[in-house]
DNA sequence: ATTAATTTTTAGACATGCCTAAAAATACTA
DNA sequence: TAGTATTTTTAGGCATGTCTAAAAATTAAT
């Protein structure tokens, strides 16, 4: 139906959107997706002809409802494939979104439903993104983030901010992974980093970057 | 590494070459691919120059050893896949090819070898095609035409010789699928149909188009 | 062995998606 | 508000992979 290039701007395109907004600059495109401004503009024609966004010149652009429901749908495929290469292939979670990248292309709507059954449903991804529905659903993240949490509240670390190899691996390396039940019970003023104690007992010291690229949901 | 329609290319020859042995023509790999000999030709000259492939003007192409490598891994990874999608995702074997001929093409060796594992190392797909090893070695196939057993020897249902969608439907429309025991009862001259007498004591009568595509093990 | 039929290649064109460089529009700043 | 800086679009081109139509080579046939 839609091209791997397509459906890759329309994906680019609401991940924009969620964070502002507002319409979309040719450049925040571009750069999301490491290309040219006069590269997007071309596409975004396209797109626009298609119905897929609203489009004026020098205006920027916005989701039509047609290709919020492609992008989510794209994110859906993106998201159960996430699961299937860590629940079922046990891969890491640092390695799997490249895979998944090309994954979210292929096209068989009956794939997509069968692998959701055999995956039993999942609600979220191995980050903690949520899984959009069949129906092109998507809940908003009922998440926090872990520096805005007040001492002593008992949380459970439920996603990332920073998607990044970088990051994914510092927390395989400080042994914090999804479902890690903590509590804050110091927090520096100085820099910003915590003391967290875990449920193994153990206590961590994590700094403010970290800290501020976790999420967590309060129990 | 390669794209798509490369893979494609490289495939279809390796394919064309199974059967005939010798060079294989623009002609022939168009009609297998649904295209046109002057697209071959532009397609060859490029897997030459990379030399995947040795060709002569007007004389056909063979694969290099490269060649037949990507070839054989490009099967290795549609059989692999069917597996799954059959295995583990429930496809009945009439459906999974259209998939895996998309599935085929994700560019990730550490996928394949995990997911090799996953489905427990498989030596056949659900057609009963062998699966090529990881390092490109493939078995002949070990099974005989249905059609060219003697009557009473028994026989397990081990592959298919036509793939098509009609076939497999056929097939399971009478009951038979890989694994199923028999043995010929009987032979009708005239018309080369067999009746089958399977392991659940009932007898079958099939014609000799059918028995001709069906691949089976003497036991 | 020469003609006829077929196969294959070349030539020129088109669609997709990308680029650079230059022009046009918009936004910022003094 | 004029002038400068930035953003965006246009113009023209390139690579991939496709096509049709015509030319060249090969194969078949009388």
Redesign the pocket.
Known sequence: MY????E??LKAIYKLSENNRQSI????I?DL??????????????LAEKKLLK??????VELTEKGKRVAVDTVRKHRLWEVFLCDKLKFGWDEVHDIAEQLEHINSALLIDKLDAFLGYPSHDPHGDPIPTKNGDIKKSEFVLLNTVKALQPVIMSGVADHSVLFLQHLDKIGLRLGTSCLIEEMNAYDGSLKLKLNSKQSISISKDVAKNILVKPV
């Open positions: 091209s791997f290039t397509e890759n701007y600059s040719t450049n925040a571009a997706l490491q290309t040219k401004a006069a590269s997007v503009t071309d596409m975004i024609r396209k489009y004026e010149k020098y205006k920027g």
